[in-house]
């Protein structure tokens, strides 16, 4: 809807622009993320200290990514994705780049809110290593719950006193076997 309008640029190009800058915030984001993990393993196989303290690292990110969902901060990235994007086609021949470039900094504001809506969420499930398929299923059924619900805010209390309680598990857990 976001990419339609009469005249310009078709509203399937400019819909494909806007996915285009959302999916390249999505995979630097994600090249990062990699990059970093990969590091802190090595420092870890390399550091028995650290790899010791990891488990408890773990425990405590989790704790911290439930708490993360319960704050304003939360509150105002969950607002930004559920907002509806900007009409971004002003049609008429001279508009099209301006309405092809439109459409590509669309979809990099989107791309870049919504993974800041999802940063507590996403680094809970990295570092706890619970990324296979039902793990992930269960998390994008939550977030498009806290995106597309009317009670959107609320379900994402929810999910962030459940991911607390995870957290307090965790820790304990790495706590006892310390």
């Known amino acids: 809807r976001a990419a339609g309008g009469a005249g ?5 190009l400019l819909s494909g622009l806007l996915a285009a ?3 390249l915030v999505w995979t630097l984001l994600g090249a990062a993320v990699y990059a970093a993990g990969a ?3 090595l420092a870890a196989a390399r550091l028995p200290q650290l790899a010791r ?7 405590l990110i989790v704790l911290a990514a439930g708490a993360l969902q319960l704050t304003s901060w939360k509150a105002r990235r969950l607002a930004c994705c559920r907002r509806e994007p900007s009409r971004v086609a002003f049609g008429g021949r001279r508009a099209r780049l ?5 459409a590509w900094r669309e979809g990099v504001w989107l791309g ?5 809506c999802c940063l ?7 570092v706890s290593g619970a990324t296979g ?7 994008t059924i939550g977030v498009s719950l806290e995106r597309l619900s009317p009670a959107g805010d609320r379900i994402a209390r929810i999910i962030g006193f459940v991911v607390i309680g995870a957290g307090i598990v965790l820790s304990l857990r790495a706590i006892r076997r310390s």
Not at 120 to 126: I, Q
């Open 21 to 23: 800058g959302y999916f």
């Open 133 to 139: 398929w039902p793990t992930m299923l269960v998390a």
């Open 39 to 41: 590091a802190a393993a």
């Open 98 to 102: 301006r309405d092809a470039l439109m």
């Open 120 to 126: 507590g969420l996403t680094a809970a499930l990295l």
């Open 53 to 59: 303290a990891v488990p408890l690292a773990v425990g």
């Open 8 to 12: 310009g640029m078709p509203s399937v």
């Open 112 to 116: 870049v809110h919504c993974s800041g």
